[in-house]
């Protein structure tokens, strides 16, 4: 699986961008997908993550109630919609896709994720 990410770009504070996560490969639609993010002289950290068939979400504290991720297994893109952002939002953003087929739950952990895109920088300004 190939991951490619787009969408970032700079906002302001309370503005809004949509991350898209294009993927290559006819296992993607059974894999989870995840978002991370990493911000400078911090640690990756998870955002947000998708179950294969999309029935299942699971957030960040941080992010909660202002991202909302998605998909679209026909198209084989994962998206996520930041709303309401933050200066504490800026960050390179990763999509990622879990290694384990038709996982129930949403794995958080770097450690669940063996496929990475290259990242796309969000920059939120107040």
């Known amino acids: 699986v190939q991951l490619q990410a787009s969408g970032g770009g700079s906002v302001q504070a309370g503005g809004s961008l949509r991350l898209s996560c294009a993927a290559s490969g006819r296992t993607f639609s059974t894999h989870a997908t995840g978002w991370f993010r990493q911000a400078p002289g911090k640690e990756r950290e998870f955002v947000a993550g998708?179950?294969?068939?999309?029935?299942?979400?699971y957030y960040a504290d941080s992010v909660k109630g202002r991202f909302t991720i998605s998909r679209d297994n026909a198209k084989n893109t994962v998206y996520l919609q930041m709303n309401s952002l933050k200066s504490e939002d800026t960050a390179v953003y990763y999509c990622a896709a879990d290694g384990v087929a038709r996982r129930a739950s949403v794995p958080v952990t770097r450690a669940s994720y063996d496929y990475w895109g290259q990242g796309t920088q969000v920059t939120v300004s107040s």
């Open positions: 998708i179950i294969w068939s999309g029935y299942r979400t």
